[in-house]
């Protein structure tokens, strides 16, 4: 399984947490992470930690976290070693995970994968370290190939300010560099959305 951070995640995770599973099966990577070490305050690791690690007693080789502390390229070659490990992945061969869990920001970015992007249109690769121009930072993130091939991808998306990308991604022409979200929408498998009613309020 592989989490999203944000501001939206926190209940869904504590949600998780509460649910009688056997977690102990679970292996946990993230879909992207921001360059800061896992302490810092913007740290998706950090989120999940504090409401779904801690609380279901996961041990530290089931969570697979990106080392956002490292240099980001240095990072993502990490997390591309360890992902390339754990699923025994042959040269050119795509991870397929269980599931992705998965947010959509307000100019439809989902992952890092901000419009504009040219590691959108990369289906071979499985994760890169990017610099979010609009965010002046630096980031490592899944790639198309991974995020598409997921057996589920699950986004979870509430806020009135993602309305607009909202009914953009679902309705408007597919056109992944300007909606990036819609990669899965249109070529995922297994695609589930949980809008809440402010998020889904620009759709008829």
Do not use: C
């Amino acid at each position: 399984m592989a989490v999203s951070g944000g501001k939206t995640p926190e209940l869904y995770f504590d949600a998780l947490a509460a649910a009688k599973f056997k977690w102990d099966r679970v292996h946990l990577f993230f879909v992207d992470e921001r360059a800061v070490p896992p302490d810092h305050p913007d740290s998706n690791f950090r989120l999940a930690e504090e409401h779904l690690i801690k609380k279901t007693r996961m041990i530290s080789r089931q969570v697979h976290r990106i080392h956002g502390e490292m240099e980001p390229h240095e990072a993502a070659q990490a997390y591309i070693e360890d992902i390339r490990e754990f699923f025994d992945l042959k040269p050119g061969q795509t991870p397929h995970f269980d599931i992705i869990h998965r947010g959509m920001g307000s100019d439809a970015h989902t992952a890092s994968l901000f419009p504009g992007d040219p590691h959108i249109e990369d289906r071979d690769g499985v994760a890169a370290a990017v610099y979010v121009e609009k965010k002046q930072m630096w980031r490592i993130t899944l790639l198309p190939a991974p995020l598409m091939a997921a057996k589920h991808t699950i986004f979870l998306v509430t806020g009135a300010d993602k309305a607009e990308a909202v009914r953009s991604v679902i309705d408007e022409p597919y056109d992944p560099m300007k909606y990036p979200a819609q990669m899965s929408t249109h070529h995922g498998r297994g695609v589930t959305f949980f809008f809440d009613a402010a998020a889904a309020s620009h759709l008829e």
